[in-house]
């Protein structure tokens, strides 16, 4: 079965989907829709005219437009499909990803938001040995995206959280969020969270969006031994009391294939690995109690 995504929203987040999608012999672009834009991309058609697109029969539709855009994008692309993938940053307002459920549930669809770092090869490694240990303690994680003037929570700290609930479990104890403005006093550059999981494992994480490089790094704390990860860099090794083993990271797929690999699982009736909107929802209330 191909399965065919039509894509809203003609920018550089669509322009690396369009790449990853026509790589797989799973999927096909039926076309792409942007009020702006006509003419070819690639293989792809760019038109004008949305009737023109929905015509093109899309079995699902990636949305890639600006957070501001997105609500109006699903409340119109959602009466044509039940299968709609969200490329684009999410709303920094809770209120807005609450109407998106919203609109999801009145019409029996399914969001799909595209925070795939839990997909990422380094990832998969580390909860594949995390998965034999008997014991977890602690896990650090510090994440650098210099970017100044981004929501920092949209921006990283709900994939970091994502991710560890993916490592460690969902159940979220203690949760306490420390923010610092100081190179804009409108908006939080720089957050630290705390919390324990159900199996008493200490979270520490630590956002910033200063810095001139960015840096995605994971520490955990086991019995075997502690867990070093460097996610943009694609290393994973253990030190323990026989010294350092490096550890295999199959780097084959992007991060990006391996959602969309799981989205034709969820997609043909196989299980559902994917992000859920509600665990992003459920995230974002964290930091308003």
Known sequence: MIIKIGIVGFNEIAKRHYSEIRRSNKFEISTIYDENESGMFGR????????????????????????NELI?????????????????????????????????????????????????????SLNKSLSKEDEIYSC??????????????????????????????????????????????????????????????????????????????IRVNAKSGVYFADIINQKLHQINENGQINLKVNNKDTQLQVMYDKFYDYFSGNNNELVKFDEIINIKELFEK
């Open 44 to 67: 792809a058609e760019i038109i004008n005219d949305f009737k023109k697109f929905i015509q093109t029969n899309p079995d699902a539709i990636l949305i890639c437009v600006t957070p």
């Open 140 to 217: 650090d994680i510090f994440h650098q995206i210099p970017k100044l003037g981004d929501d920092i929570l949209t921006k990283i700290s709900v994939c970091d959280i994502s991710v560890m609930r993916y490592l460690f479990g969902e159940t979220t104890h203690d949760f306490i969020a420390y923010f610092t403005n100081i190179t804009n006093q409108t908006s939080s550059d720089n957050v630290n969270i705390l919390y324990k999981t159900k199996n008493h494992v200490l979270i520490n994480i630590s956002n910033s969006l200063c810095g001139d490089t960015s840096q995605y790094l």
């Open 72 to 124: 109006n994008a699903v409340s119109t692309c959602i009466k044509h499909t039940k299968h709609i993938i969200i490329g684009t940053i999410l709303p920094k307002n809770t209120s807005d990803l609450r109407e998106l459920r919203y609109i999801a549930d009145t019409h029996k669809a399914t969001l799909t938001p595209c925070i795939c770092d839990r997909f990422n090869p380094v990832i998969d």
